[in-house]
């Protein structure tokens, strides 16, 4: 059996705020900080959440430098 994914309920939430407040981020920051937050607290690839914010990291590393 899998297991969770230990930053599941930091996504939902995330949802529920962007729905609550018509899609706009700004208004979610401190839930998406949360999120930040776990999955720090875990290896890459322990959490599929986290694998978006795993890419976005490892583009921004690869962007020159303007």
């Given at each position: 059996m899998p297991q969770k994914d230990p930053c599941q309920k930091q996504a939902?939430?995330?949802?529920?705020?962007?729905?609550?407040?018509?899609?706009?981020?700004?208004?979610?920051q401190a839930v998406i900080e949360e999120l930040h937050k776990c999955c720090a607290r875990y290896p890459k690839g322990r959490s599929l959440v986290c694998s978006g914010f795993e890419k976005e990291e490892n583009q921004t590393l690869k962007s020159p430098a303007k």
């Open positions: 939902c939430e995330i949802q529920k705020c962007l729905q609550a407040n018509n899609y706009i981020e700004s208004k979610c």
